[in-house]
């Protein structure tokens, strides 16, 4: 009777430690996945932010063609768009409702344009203030317009959004290391006379740190696996509710984030089992049991 109580008891002892390592596993999922997913969100919104190059009004469709794939081979451009005159002049009288050049006296009063998505490396202040002045020296190019206070309040933002996160991954971290710790540790505990008594025996400290690294490393292997699964779950989830998720949240993050919680949960049980057996068998007899 007290043999197989002692067996529920272990029983017990393992699933409870088994779910403790799964919410702090899920933890650290979280904050990679949204570190990362921020991260993407990011170069996404940078990647959206649009410069218009008005062009010389001698420039000739085909030179304008020309320039086009010029500037599309430069690093700062990630796309471009080529819009004519006419084509500007009928997009204008589209939204407008009437046709500007009836009240502006001219047969065509819009000239050719480029609207150019920058890369996120070059979507901050001092790199456009740079690609303005390279462009504006070039005679197909009559002027460079962008909107300069949303792209600094944009970088503004996403600095202090960046160290908020930076801040709240770093503090989960540490709580996620001490509850795994606390939760090894108690495990342990529970089964110091065994470490006791197998020491009084001979036994050297590898012999007797081995059954409880390897059942460490069963929880650490099984609550990774749970909290992926929970995790995944939520990413089909999110997914089916906008599908602009799936942008944000790639194959690459979700790589990333399926390695660091089964190395996590690993990694840390093994740690923590290493150092709070080996703390036990520096105790002495008295200490053990106080």
Not at 20 to 26: D, R
Not at 234 to 247: M, P
Request: aromatic fraction near 8%; charge should be neutral.
């Amino acid at each position: 009777m007290k043999k197989k109580r002692h067996k529920i008891f272990g029983r017990m002892q393992w699933l409870t430690s088994c779910i403790s390592t799964t919410l702090v596993l899920l933890l650290l999922g979280l904050v990679v996945l949204f570190g990362l997913s921020a991260r993407q969100l990011s170069k996404d919104v940078k990647e959206n932010f649009t410069v218009t190059l008005l062009l010389d009004d001698d420039l000739e469709p085909a030179d304008a063609a020309k320039f086009q794939q010029r500037l599309n081979a430069q690093p700062y451009a990630r796309a471009t768009t080529l819009i004519t005159a006419e084509q500007a002049l009928k997009e204008e009288s589209a939204r407008m409702g009437t046709d500007p050049s009836e009240f502006l006296g001219e047969d065509n009063p819009y000239t050719a344009s480029i609207e150019m998505n920058v890369t996120a490396d070059y979507a901050c202040t001092d790199s456009l203030l740079r690609i303005t002045r390279e462009l504006k020296s070039l005679w197909q190019v009559a002027d460079v317009v962008y909107q300069r206070d949303i792209i600094d309040n944009l970088n503004h933002t996403l600095r202090k959004a960046t160290l908020v996160l930076a801040a709240l991954a770093i503090l989960l971290m540490i709580i996620s290391v001490v509850l795994i710790n606390n939760t090894v540790r108690l495990s342990v505990y529970a089964r110091r006379q065994t470490i006791h008594t197998m020491r009084l025996v001979g036994a050297s400290w590898g012999f007797i740190r081995w059954p409880f690294i390897k059942r460490s490393l069963g929880i650490g292997l099984v609550a990774a696996i749970i909290a992926i699964a929970l995790l995944m779950a939520g990413v089909h989830w999110a997914e089916a509710q906008d599908s602009y998720v799936a942008s944000i949240i790639t194959g690459e993050t979700i790589i990333a984030m399926v390695v660091s919680v089964l190395a996590a949960g690993l990694l840390l049980t093994l740690v923590c089992t290493w150092f709070s057996v080996g703390h036990f068998l520096r105790m002495r007899e008295n200490e053990m049991y106080e």
